[in-house]
């Protein structure tokens, strides 16, 4: 399906999918609630830059604000194919509030418009959850014609027929 870019992340019982038909998704979700600052994941995942940010401000908003830069970084990561192997002290956000974009270490803009970044936090069962995406606008418009059978070869969408068929007692 290469009309659609897709995009997963679970924690815990919350299972995001991220889909785009504009370019490229990346998405990540963590436990609002989790603790990072205290167990000094902020030297492996942060720029000093963004260090310098957290380390400012008030203890009870230092682990939420890793956590967002945690899910944002995961997020571009994915987006861009590269996972876990791009290291997370080699790009960084800014603080909390402000338009999000890819920073380099020191704390300049890396990336341009073309990049959406956001982040929201969701409730369930008791628990919330911030959940972070990164979209690439690849420029090519809007995909209105998503459909299956005009975005597989006509022999792809046989074998999916055949084999639904099949699954569902059918011929």
Request: proline share 7%.
């Given at each position: 399906c290469d009309q659609i870019d897709i995009s997963l992340s679970h924690t815990d019982d919350l299972l995001l999918v991220g889909l785009t038909t504009?370019?490229?998704?990346?998405?990540d979700a963590e436990r609002s609630d989790r603790r990072i600052y205290s167990r000094g994941l902020d030297r492996q995942i942060c720029t000093p830059h963004e260090r310098l940010i957290v380390s400012r401000l008030p203890l009870a908003e230092?682990?939420?604000s890793l956590v967002r830069l945690w899910t944002l970084k995961e997020a571009y990561s994915k987006a861009i194919g590269q996972g876990l192997q791009?290291?997370?002290?080699?790009?960084?956000?800014?603080?909390?509030?402000?338009?999000?974009?890819?920073h380099r270490p020191d704390g300049t803009p890396g990336t341009g418009d073309e990049w959406t970044f956001c982040t929201y936090?969701?409730?369930?069962?008791?628990?919330?959850?911030?959940v972070s995406t990164a979209v690439y606008d690849a420029g090519?418009?809007?995909?209105l014609d998503a459909e299956i059978t005009t975005?597989?070869?006509?022999?792809?969408?046989?074998?999916?027929?055949?084999?639904?068929?099949?699954?569902?007692?059918?011929?």
């Open positions: 504009r370019g490229l998704i990346g998405v230092r682990d939420p791009f290291r997370f002290t080699e790009f960084g956000f800014g603080p909390d509030g402000r338009p999000t974009q890819v936090v969701l409730g369930s069962d008791g628990l919330e959850f911030c090519l418009g809007r995909t975005m597989l070869d006509a022999d792809a969408v046989a074998a999916l027929n055949e084999a639904l068929g099949e699954a569902l007692g059918g011929p």
